[in-house]
T-cell receptor, first 114, second 114 residues
């Protein structure tokens, strides 16, 4: 499968714990996006990278959220000191800038904070 | 309020009929619009996009119409099939032509009746 992949698909954690999610974009795509989706809502944009540069991070929900893409390939999204309100689906998408504006989404990581 | 929204949360149609899903947006600066389909447990799947310099675009069994005067977007699906059952989201982008974060509406749940 050459699409966007995310790991893990499901994560259950206790409040206060840190969690990290991984996204592997489509191999030639240089842009990578993170979104959060809560039940019954559309995805909410969080941040994006072009290659290894994080070009937009003002939409991250709080300073507990951070994202990295150190080598311009895969990316990680970390949530520190998780809260119950962080329970949601975290989606990753990628696109190839300059030739296509289509963002291709992965299957998501469902986070449950107990 | 939200920049992008949908008129109806649920739409039920008979198999074989045509479906029309509507979307209203409020930001006149939006210049790129996308329709996504999301099946249960999966990430959003790209259907079709349109730029603000167009008012109609057709794909395979789908047509997107854009009315900038009233800030309205619609997705028409011809001869709906059971596999079309899903939640449909419209999304918008400002200035980046889709290469930046998208703003999604809440979604319309399309139900296909046999």
């Amino acid at each position: 499968d050459t699409g966007v992949s995310q790991d893990p698909r499901h994560k259950i954690t206790k409040r206060g714990q840190n969690v990290t999610f991984r996204c592997d974009p489509i191999s030639e795509h240089n842009r990578l996006y993170w979104y959060r989706q809560t039940l019954g809502q559309g995805p909410e944009f969080l941040t994006y990278f072009q290659n290894e540069a994080q070009l937009e991070k003002s939409r991250l929900l709080s300073d507990r959220f951070s994202a990295e893409r150190p080598k311009g390939s895969f990316s990680t999204l970390e949530i520190q000191r998780t809260e119950q309100g962080d329970s949601a689906m975290y989606l990753c998408a990628s696109s190839l800038a300059w030739t296509s504006n289509e963002q291709y989404f992965g299957p998501g990581t469902r986070l449950t904070v107990t | 309020g939200e920049s992008v929204g949908l008129h109806l949360p649920t739409l039920s149609v008979q198999e074989g009929d045509n479906s029309i899903i509507n979307c209203a947006y409020s930001n006149s600066a939006s210049d790129y619009f996308i329709w996504y389909k999301q099946e249960s447990g999966k990430g959003p799947q790209f259907i079709i996009d349109i730029r603000s310099n167009m008012d109609k675009r057709q794909g395979q069994r789908v047509t997107v119409l854009l009315n900038k005067t009233v800030k309205h977007l619609s997705l028409q699906i011809a001869a709906t099939q059971p596999g079309d059952s899903a939640v449909y989201f419209c999304a918008e982008n400002i200035g980046g032509g889709g290469a930046d974060g998208l703003t999604f509406g809440k979604g319309t749940h399309l139900i296909i009746q046999p």
